[in-house]
């Protein structure tokens, strides 16, 4: 059998080197189809992952799509454990392995609960963090931000992050990597009512930035998504359907994007693909916003 060969490049290129390596060997090309694609759903072979705010939407999609490349996955909620238990099953269904773990993403001590529930389960480290974790909570106007909600926003959406940033860094060495989620929000201000969660998400991109510097000499690598109108229970409970009509009529593609979409980039910025990028935001929006 043709060995397997590991590569990171595009469809066309992977053409071109198959007709060029096995001079267009039926036998040979399948046994290299075979392998390659075995060696592309197994980037993250060996690797342990956990995802906050890992059980719905966006969330659910990144835990997916890591357990399919090969990932243990842990699967962080806060308050819905039917969600959670979902999304488990669906990807040990698929014959992937995750676990469930309840952490509020907001308090340290249970962030450290979740950090250490996963190592207990899969091993002493973990490769990848994805914070998922976040939400508006609500649209409210400057005059009625008080200071309660103003606090809640920045703890979800910023504190979240930087607790589990901290708590994972013992056990994640070189070749780690860090997605943090932003939106499109974080760029042009957001929609009505916003102001708070927009500021948050501003500030996740200046953590990502200081932390791409501080742990890149570590050979870890901490990168952002930043998606713009994506159709999730985020959009259904707090957007009113005009405007997401509107918004998506205004964007170049002509709809709202879908939670899988994201995923698909999640994996790669987790992945050795995107080995040379670090401290950048992926704008993820159909052209509706350019950075």
Known sequence: MTPAIRLNITTREAVVRIIYRFSMATADIESFVHSFQIN????????????TGGSRDIGRQVSIKLAAA??????????????????????????GTAIAVKADMTSAAEVTKLVDSCVAAFGNAVHILVNVAGGIMGRKPLADLDEAFWDSVMAVNLKSAYLACRAVLPY???????????????????????????????????????????????????????????????????????IRTNVANATPLKREGQASEVADLV????????????????????????A
């Open 267 to 290: 994996l790669y910025l987790a992945s050795d693909a995107s080995s040379f990028i670090n401290g950048e935001s992926v704008e993820i929006n159909g052209g509706s916003y350019f």
């Open 172 to 242: 994640m060495g070189t070749g780690g990597a860090i997605v943090n989620f932003a939106s499109q929000a974080a760029r042009d201000g957001g929609g009505g009512g916003a102001i708070a969660y927009a500021t948050a998400k501003g500030a996740v991109l200046t953590l990502t930035r200081g932390l791409a510097k501080e742990l890149g000499p570590k050979g870890i690598r901490v990168n952002c998504v930043s998606p713009g109108m994506i159709s999730t229970t985020f959009h259904d409970t707090f957007t009113k359907p005009e």
């Open 70 to 95: 090969g990932a243990k996955v842990c699967v962080n909620y806060n308050s819905n454990q039917q969600l959670a238990d979902e999304t488990v099953q669906q990807i040990k269904q698929a014959g």
């Open 40 to 51: 592309t759903m197994s980037s993250l072979q060996g690797k342990v992952a956990i995802v």
